[in-house]
């Protein structure tokens, strides 16, 4: 399958464009890289 068609190009690059430029949210893609824990990759502002 072509990377133009893949899930993250149709599906997930897409709504964390909206979330983030149409309702101002914060967002981060961590797909490959989320850590769990105290020092857990979701860090409070």
Known sequence: MSKDY???????ESCMNLFGEELGWKTINVYQGEIFGP????QED
């Open 6 to 12: 893949s899930e993250d190009k149709l599906i997930e």
């Open 39 to 42: 020092t857990c990759t979701q």
